[in-house]
T-cell receptor
Framework: ELKVEQNPLFLSMQEGKNYTIYCNYS?????LYWYRQDPGKSLESLFV?????AVKQEGRLMASLDTKARLSTLHITAAVHDLSATYFC?????????????FGKGTHLIIQP | NAGVTQTPKFQVLKTGQSMTLQCAQD?????MYWYRQDPGMGLRLIYY???????DKGEVPNGYNVSRLNKREFSLRLESAAPSQTSVYFC????????????FGEGSWLTVV
């Protein structure tokens, strides 16, 4: 059974600071997704990481994937209030007839002025 | 661009009542999914459909049925609603192939009293 663990689950930080969210998963996979969710809203795709060593950046967010360690990180640089949201990592399992994303429980991020 | 459309957006049911959540996508995607989101649990896969005419159970299928009516539409039915099915339901879809983004609908808020 594929398990995806995120930490921390809750993070309060100040504007201008840097921080990293970690995502560990239990089964070999090379397709990892990061999503953002605002309260009461749907999930917005941030990054799709396809291979070992993949790194993607968009604005103040940067995601990386280490398939050997089964670890992905989402790094926030010089945080701003607008980045306050819940961030989910998810691993795509597609094999043996199965399909679908397995999600972590999410990291609730609050960025304070 | 409609993307993934879910109806209804909000619904209150009495215990034992039945209802169907509708989902349609206009992106010609093969795979479609139904997830439920509960506080602190992330998203959990209920059912998925890898192609028209096929459906398979996900992590939490009990109490639900699905129909892949055609390539565009994937419905989720609660035959006899229970309070434990109070949740936010998300439909999603993707085009098969490595790295394709999974798109989510806006969500359906269901309360069973």
């Amino acid at each position: 059974e594929l398990k995806v663990e995120q930490n921390p689950l809750f993070l309060s930080m100040q504007e201008g600071k840097n921080y990293t969210i970690y995502c560990n998963y239990s089964t070999t996979s090379d397709r990892l997704y990061w999503y953002r969710q605002d309260p009461g809203k749907s999930l917005e795709s941030l990054f799709v990481l396809l291979s070992n060593g993949a790194v993607k950046q968009e604005g103040r967010l940067m995601a990386s994937l280490d398939t050997k360690a089964r670890l992905s990180t989402l790094h926030i640089t010089a945080a701003v209030h607008d980045l306050s949201a819940t961030y989910f990592c998810a691993v795509l399992y597609s094999g043996g007839g199965a399909d679908g994303l397995t999600f972590g429980k999410g990291t609730h991020l609050i960025i304070q002025p | 661009n409609a993307g993934v459309t879910q109806t209804p957006k909000f619904q209150v049911l009495k215990t034992g009542q039945s209802m169907t959540l509708q989902c349609a996508q206009d992106m010609n995607h093969n795979s479609m999914y139904w997830y439920r989101q509960d506080p602190g649990m992330g998203l959990r896969l209920i059912y998925y459909s890898a192609s028209e005419g096929t459906t398979d159970k996900g992590e939490v299928p009990n109490g639900y049925n699905v129909s892949r009516l055609n390539k565009r539409e994937f419905s989720l039915r609660l035959e006899s609603a229970a309070p434990s099915q109070t949740s936010v339901y998300f439909c999603a879809s993707r085009r098969q192939g490595t790295g394709n983004t999974i798109y989510f609908g806006e969500g359906s808020w269901l309360t069973v009293v």
